[in-house]
């Protein structure tokens, strides 16, 4: 194995632990905007190690282009999704969390 191999398995693997922390953040935080937080960060950073790592493995340019768009568009779907959930667990009066 060469050592872009070994560095994308690295980053493959960094994105997998991301989106899992972004799952159990979903999972064990007490209310949506917390759960939002945790997700989109989570999920973002992840699917850019993931991007990251294939796109060392590539075979052309035109492909990690692909691979960028992806995740751009991701990352701007995520952003706005993100912001109309809150935005409709405020109009619900869903109150943030107080200890």
Known sequence: MMPADYLSVVLLI????FFLAGTLGLL??????????ALTKADNVGLG???AG?????????????????????LLAGASVAHL??????????KLWKR
């Open 28 to 37: 064990r935080f007490p209310d949506v905007y917390t759960r939002l937080h």
């Open 49 to 51: 190690l993931i991007v």
């Open 14 to 17: 960094a994105g997998g632990i």
């Open 85 to 94: 959930v809150a935005a409709a667990a405020r109009q619900r009066g869903i």
């Open 54 to 74: 294939l796109a060392l493995q590539a075979e052309s340019w035109m492909v990690v282009g692909k691979l960028l768009l992806i995740w751009l568009l991701v």
